[in-house]
């Protein structure tokens, strides 16, 4: 199963689990960081492990687990992004159509992109 062990702001789809296999044995360990960005709009980037540097400025959002990828997948996002965002649950799809060139996924033909909805106050109660 591709869900979280505990409660978190994110989850994927299968589709994106699916790519994300694939990602992952031709990048290795993979994480994800969710932009802010005017150009790109706001998607989640894909990127190796450790290659977007990540410090006091950003939220670590959740670590992902995925059948077949032994590492887990963190994602983060900025901390002013977080501060509009913290009352959404966020879940990474994929769909047809290009995203930003330095995103793993560009080469494929596809773009992953964020789904949200709004936490019920029992999840933000167990989020903390």
Request: a negative charge.
């Amino acid at each position: 199963m591709n869900q979280p062990a505990r409660k978190q702001r994110v989850q994927l789809t299968e589709t994106a689990a699916e790519l994300l296999r694939g990602l992952a044995e031709q990048h290795g360990p993979l994480m994800f960081h969710q932009s802010g960005g005017c150009c790109d709009g706001s998607a989640p980037m894909c990127y190796p492990a450790g290659e977007f540097r990540t410090g006091s400025s950003d939220v670590l959002l959740g670590e992902l687990l995925v059948d077949g990828i032994p590492e887990s997948i963190e994602v983060w996002m900025s901390a002013a992004q977080f501060e509009y965002w913290r009352h959404t649950h966020l879940t990474i799809d994929v769909v047809p159509g290009r995203g930003s060139g330095f995103s793993l996924e560009a080469p494929e033909g596809v773009r992953f992109l964020i789904r949200s909805r709004l936490l019920t106050d029992e999840e933000l109660a167990a989020l903390g």
